[in-house]
């Protein structure tokens, strides 16, 4: 099979090619799917899990990719809940072979059926952004009606999904983002937008949810009221508001969450934004985002409904 691989480090997005790779073996308790869309984190080829497995051990060359959606083409020993050729989509596991390849082999408890009527660049565009999105406001939050919240890149794949399930739950919405952004994160329905430049304008938040980190990270702090919270994807806090929390987490798998959110998608309540749809051999491209856009960049593997 074609597979996105990677073996040095070093080289970074540099590293990253199109190559021929054996057909995935379905453990216990695994599916293969035949990938027809596949996401990723630009990010990922810094986490130590695209380096070695869990014992520590070197596996390269790696296949990056952790969001999927496709059709099961195999079962694995004991696997039950999923059917061969069934449409799924879902999280492949962060310490083995992605998703940017033909097939690959994922935890059956990691993937939830997706719809007929959802697209596969659509189901691509939901596992991480949409279970960071809920997992981050609901899970670690406890957003509730009447709070509001300050979502940072809210017109990226995350924030943009953040805006409208905290708009959906009755939440004030001010997302950031450069300028160019505004209309875009207006239309996703938050009640007002800052530059990212100028925060404070924001005023003081019960809840600020950060994917950026950094200097942003530092900034959003005094925004928080007594007893509010920030939540980051970005990197462990060293700081935390006065009278509040910080919490940093990493999204994880969750049939039921990805559920809730395909229901929503096929309700017409929640939009996800797919800025680029591109093919398999041009993923080290889009990798290096040598072409910003907003939202979510999918990469299509597969031309097969």
């Given at each position: 099979?074609?597979?996105?691989?990677v073996r040095d480090q070093e080289a970074?997005?540099?590293?990253?090619?199109?190559?021929?790779?054996?057909?995935?073996?379905?453990?216990?308790?695994?599916?293969?799917?035949?990938?027809?869309?596949?996401?990723?984190?630009?990010?990922?080829?810094?986490w130590p899990a695209t380096w070695t497995?869990?014992?520590?051990?070197?596996?390269?060359?790696?296949?990056?990719?952790?969001?999927?959606?496709?059709?099961?083409?195999?079962?694995?020993?004991?696997?039950?809940?999923?059917?061969?050729?069934?449409?799924?989509?879902?999280?492949?596991?962060?310490?083995?072979?992605?998703?940017?390849?033909?097939?690959?082999?994922?935890?059956?408890?990691?993937?939830?059926?997706?719809?007929?009527?959802?697209?596969?660049?659509?189901?691509?565009?939901?596992?991480?952004?949409?279970?960071?999105?809920?997992?981050?406001?609901?899970?670690?939050?406890?957003?509730?009606?009447?709070?509001?919240?300050?979502?940072?890149?809210?017109?990226?794949?995350?924030?943009?999904?953040?805006?409208?399930?905290?708009?959906?739950?009755?939440?004030?919405?001010?997302?950031?983002?450069?300028?160019?952004?505004?209309?875009?994160?207006?239309?996703?329905?938050?009640?007002?937008?800052?530059?990212?430049?100028?925060?404070?304008?924001?005023?003081?938040?019960?809840?600020?949810?950060?994917?950026?980190?950094?200097?942003?990270?530092?900034?959003?702090?005094?925004?928080?009221?007594?007893?509010?919270?920030?939540?980051?994807?970005?990197?462990?806090?060293?700081?935390?508001?006065?009278?509040?929390?910080?919490?940093?987490?990493?999204?994880?798998?969750?049939?039921?969450?990805?559920?809730?959110?395909?229901?929503?998608?096929?309700?017409?309540?929640?939009?996800?934004?797919?800025?680029?749809?591109?093919?398999?051999?041009?993923?080290?491209?889009?990798?290096?985002?040598?072409?910003?856009v907003a939202g979510k960049t999918i990469?299509?593997?597969?031309?097969?409904?």
């Open positions: 099979m074609q597979a996105i691989t970074g997005v540099a590293g990253l090619t199109l190559a021929e790779l054996p057909h995935p073996h379905a453990a216990e308790n695994d599916v293969i799917v035949r990938v027809h869309a596949a996401g990723f984190t630009p990010g990922e080829l810094d497995d869990r014992a520590g051990r070197d596996r390269t060359p790696s296949v990056p990719g952790h969001e999927l959606s496709g059709v099961v083409a195999e079962l694995g020993y004991g696997t039950t809940g999923l059917s061969v050729g069934q449409r799924v989509f879902g999280l492949a596991d962060w310490a083995r072979d992605g998703s940017l390849a033909e097939y690959t082999a994922v935890e059956a408890r990691n993937l939830a059926p997706l719809p007929a009527d959802l697209d596969h660049t659509v189901g691509a565009a939901l596992p991480i952004s949409g279970l960071t999105a809920w997992q981050g406001l609901f899970d670690h939050a406890e957003l509730a009606a009447g709070q509001t919240v300050l979502v940072h890149g809210a017109a990226g794949g995350v924030g943009s999904l953040a805006v409208q399930l905290a708009r959906e739950v009755g939440a004030h919405v001010i997302g950031s983002g450069r300028a160019a952004d505004r209309d875009l994160v207006l239309g996703l329905g938050a009640n007002a937008f800052v530059d990212t430049a100028a925060l404070e304008a924001a005023g003081q938040v019960d809840l600020v949810f950060d994917v950026i980190g950094g200097e942003v990270y530092d900034r959003s702090i005094p925004l928080v009221r007594r007893g509010g919270t920030v939540v980051t994807i970005a990197a462990p806090p060293e700081t935390q508001p006065a009278g509040g929390r910080a919490v940093f987490f990493v999204v994880e798998p969750n049939r039921a969450q990805l559920t809730e959110v395909a229901q929503r998608v096929r309700d017409g309540r929640l939009k996800p934004i797919v800025g680029a749809v591109r093919p398999l051999a041009e993923a080290p491209d889009a990798f290096a985002r040598r072409h910003r990469i299509q593997v597969s031309d097969e409904v």
